[in-house]
């Protein structure tokens, strides 16, 4: 790991910590580097507010978990990870996803699942090809299942991961495998 990623780390372990213990609202800047004994001034070397530490929180966290098998034949343990890294950091994520000021988090977790279901999508293009009048019908279905998935694991970490992990992605997986 480089040393940019070693202070955001360093950083995101104390506004985590923090974010345990007090409303998210109330966490400053302050806060968050008193912890870490570097200057307030590094927080910002890095982060533009803590929306955007939060933001970074996850896209770290859950590229590194799944970056290695995005693809369209592991579609399922990618999905499992997140779900996973959801429910171990629950009482985090229900705190942030809870927050209303926290509107970009949810745009952008909707865009992160958006973007991996494209790259997993990608990659089984690669090997199966479409007819031209298909291109509109993927992109739909890429959208239909990102707003769709987004905001069902949005829920679900607000009513406490339950059921746990490993059963809710078994639900999720016989619903996209389901035909009326």
């Not at 590094?42 to 978990?65: E, G, R």
């Not at 905001?151 to 996209?176: F, G, Q, R, T």
Request: charged share 25%; proline share 1%.
């Amino acid at each position: 790991m480089n040393q940019q990623n070693t202070t955001k780390k360093i950083i995101s372990c104390s506004f985590k910590n923090l974010a345990i213990e007090k409303v998210i609202d109330k966490i400053s800047i302050t806060d968050i580097m008193d912890q870490t004994d570097y200057r307030r001034q590094t927080f910002y070397d890095h982060f533009d507010d803590k929306y955007d530490l939060i933001t970074w929180i996850f896209s770290y966290d859950v590229t590194d978990l799944i970056q290695s098998i995005m693809k369209w034949g592991k579609w399922e343990e990618v999905l499992f990870h997140l779900i996973n890294y959801l429910e171990e950091n629950r009482t985090y994520y229900k705190k942030i996803v809870s927050n209303i000021k926290l509107d970009s988090f949810k745009d952008y977790f909707i865009y992160y699942i958006k973007q991996s279901i494209q790259t997993i999508t990608d990659d089984y293009l690669q090997t199966h090809s479409i007819s031209d009048s298909n291109h509109a019908l993927v992109k739909t279905k890429i959208d239909f299942c990102a707003y769709g998935l987004s905001e069902m694991l949005y829920h679900w970490v607000l009513e406490d991961c339950e059921p746990n992990s490993a059963d809710y992605h078994e639900l999720l997986i016989k619903v996209i495998y389901f035909r009326i």
